[in-house]
Antibody
């Protein structure tokens, strides 16, 4: 059974760094792209970017380029989304998704508050 | 970037109604489109892939059609469990883009 299991909810202060994770199982992790999707409170889905764990080829939406970093560690079948300096506008639920969305993680809620 | 214009943004319908949701792409995307259902507090689930292929386990009342720039998701007979928000996603070219969503509410 394919599963994407994300790390737990985070509460951070503005300016802090953060790295959330998404662990894949039940399939060949290096053979499928893993993407990240943002959903701000009460809003729609926004595609952020995607990585191919096999060779770390990464593509970003222009809206998120330079704002976040997507990475993967194929040795532990885990993809990451990280921020170097969080802002209040980063408050959202973040989902990882395999490829074109056949499988989704359960979501990680990121809260940024002073 | 390819823009996906989804309509309507919301609709009210009754159980048993036929419901149609449309996504229009700003340029041709062949059939590189999926439809997703999201219920409150839950992760989205894919219903349709390649514009018209039903994901295994999804009820047959859901169907997708279209190619190029015009796509539709149809629910042939709305059921109580179908009240949710629906999104399209184009994956023809980067950046992939979602439609704005359609909230299907109970009339």
């Amino acid at each position: 059974e394919v599963q994407l299991v994300q790390s737990g909810a985070e509460v951070k202060k503005p300016g802090e760094s953060l790295k959330i994770s998404c662990k894949g199982s039940g399939y060949s992790f290096t053979s499928y792209w893993i993407g990240w999707v943002r959903q701000m409170p009460g809003k729609g889905l926004e595609w952020m970017g995607i990585i191919y764990p096999g060779d770390s080829d990464t593509r970003y939406s222009p809206s998120f380029q330079g704002q976040v970093t997507i990475s993967a560690d194929k040795s532990i079948s885990t993809a990451y989304l990280q921020w170097s300096s969080l802002k209040a506008s980063d408050i959202a639920m973040y989902y990882c998704v395999q490829g074109v969305g056949g499988y989704w993680g359960q979501g990680t809620l990121v809260t940024v508050s002073s | 970037d390819i823009q996906m214009t989804q309509s309507p943004s919301s609709l009210s319908a009754s159980v048993g109604d036929r419901v149609t949701i449309t996504c229009r792409a700003s340029q041709g995307i062949r059939n590189d489109l999926g439809w997703y259902q999201q219920k409150p507090g839950k992760a989205p689930k894919r219903l349709i892939y390649a514009a018209s292929s039903l994901k295994s386990g999804v009820p047959s009342r859901f169907s997708g059609s279209g190619s190029g720039t015009e796509f539709t998701l149809t629910i042939s007979s709305l059921q109580p469990e179908d009240f949710a928000t629906y999104y399209c996603l184009q994956h023809n070219s980067y950046p992939w883009t979602f439609g704005q969503g359609t909230k299907v509410e109970i009339k």
